[in-house]
């Protein structure tokens, strides 16, 4: 039995759940990138960066080729590149909309901070009659 088309998706996801393997897939979206580039326009550690390294080579994201003593990646599709750009669409309309928010939230702060309070009623006694304990009746 085939895994199901879902379950591969949700593993080709996890793949890209990760900020290294994010920052890795955009530095070769321009280009192919050494490792050495790598390391210093990630900022991460040389193990940590063959670990992430490794998690895309597996999940056929990259390829690696050696040149001398150097290793070379590049992405193993152009629509990697693709892929990271409507993802960059995604976000940005997720987070125009969380803007907007949060500007309404601020207008409506403001609005109260402005306007003048209006002070609570005091609250009427109750004609009601507290509950009956059941243990006789109120006299």
């Given at each position: 039995?085939?895994?199901?088309?879902?379950?591969?998706?949700?593993?080709?996801?996890?793949?890209?759940?990760?900020?290294?393997?994010?920052?890795?897939?955009?530095?070769?979206?321009?280009?192919?990138?050494?490792?050495?580039?790598?390391?210093?326009?990630?900022?991460?550690?040389?193990?940590y960066l063959s670990q992430?390294?490794?998690?895309?080579?597996?999940?056929?994201?990259?390829?690696?080729?050696?040149?001398?003593?150097?290793?070379?990646?590049?992405?193993?599709?152009?629509?990697?590149?693709?892929?990271?750009?409507?993802?960059?669409?995604?976000?940005?309309?997720?987070?125009?909309?969380?803007?907007?928010?949060?500007?309404?939230?601020?207008?409506?702060?403001?609005?109260?901070?402005?306007?003048p309070t209006v002070a609570?009623?005091?609250?009427?006694?109750?004609?009601?009659?507290?509950?009956?304990?059941?243990?006789?009746?109120?006299?």
């Amino acid at each position: 039995m085939s895994t199901p088309l879902y379950q591969l998706k949700a593993d080709f996801f996890k793949t890209l759940g990760h900020p290294v393997r994010i920052r890795v897939l955009e530095l070769l979206s321009d280009r192919e990138h050494g490792v050495a580039e790598m390391l210093r326009d990630t900022g991460v550690e040389p193990a940590y960066l063959s670990q992430q390294l490794a998690v895309l080579r597996r999940a056929n994201m990259v390829v690696a080729r050696r040149e001398g003593t150097a290793v070379y990646y590049a992405l193993t599709s152009p629509q990697v590149v693709e892929l990271l750009r409507i993802a960059r669409t995604i976000l940005s309309g997720v987070l125009a909309g969380q803007a907007e928010l949060l500007a309404d939230l601020r207008t409506a702060a403001a609005a109260s901070l402005t306007s003048p309070t209006v002070a609570a009623a005091p609250a009427e006694p109750s004609s009601r009659r507290p509950p009956s304990t059941g243990r006789g009746r109120p006299g």
